[in-house]
T-cell receptor, first 117, second 109 residues
Framework: NAGVTQTPKFQVLKTGQSMTLQCAQD?????MSWYRQDPGMGLRLIHY???????DQGEVPNGYNVSRSTTEDFPLRLLSAAPSQTSVYFC????????????????FGEGSRLTVL | KNEVEQSPQNLTAQEGEFITINCSYS?????LHWLQQHPGGGIVSLFM???GKKKHGRLIATINIQEKHSSLHITASHPRDSAVYIC???????????FGKGTHLIIQP
């Protein structure tokens, strides 16, 4: 199993450019989410989804868009990159409802380091 | 909004010592996650707790729902345990997770 696949691992953008961070999981997880990690701030939730066609905002959604057209994919779009979006981004997935069949474990992608100049 | 506080922020110990990392949260939750992040960035799930205690190898996680507090213990610590340990609270009315800022653990040989 591939688990959670996140691409690209590294990206440098100029202010105003757009890009998409890709996230895909092959575990049939309902819940997918995007976080950014900044020094001294911990992980902060950007957007999340509890199923195909359903997305919602997290703590720091401004400047980011998401969509969930399939269970497997949850891309994060930066429409007009700003230096404040320089960060490390993580995608994660899990089963939404905890049951005897699973542990509710969170599965993370390897992270994407984004620099906006 | 749930507030998640971890302590200590930094911890340096000698190999073999018993390690305790604490996590407190401000509102009721459905689950508490403990995560490990090694240098180089990958994040791995260690435990998810709704109540009581879980054990995996040398790692033990406990939660006290009434006191809104969880602890992660490492017995017979080893240099390979050096990492950042993060707790995260889920539930409390929202589907998202709220994270602590992490505890940076260094185990010296």
């Amino acid at each position: 199993n591939a688990g959670v696949t996140q691409t690209p691992k590294f990206q440098v953008l100029k202010t105003g450019q757009s890009m998409t961070l890709q996230c895909a999981q092959d575990m049939n997880h309902e819940y997918m989410s995007w976080y950014r990690q900044d020094p001294g701030m911990g992980l902060r939730l950007i957007h999340y989804s509890v199923g195909a066609g359903i997305t919602d905002q997290g703590e720091v959604p401004n400047g980011y868009n998401v969509s969930r057209s399939t269970t497997e994919d949850f891309p994060l779009r930066l429409l007009s990159a700003a230096p404040s979006q320089t960060s490390v981004y993580f995608c994660a997935s899990s089963y939404r409802r905890h049951s005897l069949a699973n542990t509710g474990e969170l599965f993370f992608g390897e992270g994407s380091r984004l620099t906006v100049l | 909004k749930n507030e998640v506080e971890q302590s200590p922020q930094n911890l340096t110990a000698q190999e073999g010592e018993f390690i305790t990392i604490n996590c407190s949260y401000s509102v009721g939750i459905s689950a508490l996650h403990w995560l490990q992040q090694h240098p180089g960035g990958g994040i791995v799930s260690l435990f998810m707790l709704s109540s009581g205690k879980k054990k995996h190898g040398r790692l033990i996680a406990t939660i006290n729902i009434q006191e809104k507090h969880s602890s992660l213990h490492i017995t017979a610590s080893h240099p390979r345990d050096s990492a950042v340990y993060i707790c995260a609270a889920s539930g409390g009315g929202a589907d998202g997770l709220t994270f602590g800022k992490g505890t940076h653990l260094i185990i010296q040989p």
